[in-house]
């Protein structure tokens, strides 16, 4: 049975923000290092793909998933 995954909707201030720098934002991860592991490491999926480049730059309208949440940028 597939467990459903916990939204979490970003308002993002700017142009976009780094990948990294959404999941601390979003307080999914302790620290910038473990942020960077996550992503590194594949456990990150931008749009349904992953996405493995610490600090892509993550627009509105793009779905970034972790884990249990999925992240709407608005």
């Not at 594949?42 to 309208?61: F, H, L, P, W, Y």
């Amino acid at each position: 049975m597939k467990k459903n995954k916990e939204i979490i909707k970003f308002e993002l201030k700017g142009d976009f923000i780094q990948l990294i720098q959404l999941l601390k934002a979003c307080c999914l991860v302790e620290n910038g290092g473990m942020a960077q592991m996550v992503v590194t490491e594949g456990m990150v999926k931008r749009n349904g793909e992953v996405e493995t480049r610490k600090r892509a730059k993550i627009v509105k309208g793009e779905k970034i998933e972790f884990e249990n949440f999925v992240i709407e940028i608005e």
